[in-house]
């Protein structure tokens, strides 16, 4: 099993920055390909951002493309998820997962419970 914890999230005026955190426990997370997705209120959960588990691949949303950066710190057991320019619709409760050794858009097994995010204009 593996035990995922965000945090970060919170009100920001339109433009701001916000920087998520989601903190792993339990198996070996440089095994684990990380992905944050979000859900806005009346809206399906959707694809935010990916970091591969072995070579340093990425891929984001075209919604967030040059806006967002997801990054991790292996030592730390701990990926982030920098958004930038944030607008309205960015407004949702993000969620991060993760997904054994899979591909950037591979199943994810294990979520978190995710952390609010609100952007007001």
Known sequence: QVQLVESGGGLVQAGGSLRLSCAASGRTFSDYTMGWFRQAPGKEREFVAALSWSVIATVYADSVKG??????????????????????????????????????????????????????S
Do not use: F, H
């Open 67 to 120: 806006r967002a950066t997801i990054s991790r710190d292996n030592a730390k057991n701990t990926v982030y998820l920098q958004m930038n320019s944030l607008k309205p619709e960015d407004t949702a409760v993000y969620y991060c997962a993760a997904s054994y050794r899979s591909s950037l858009k591979g199943k994810y097994d294990y979520w978190g419970q995710g952390t609010q995010v609100t952007v007001s």
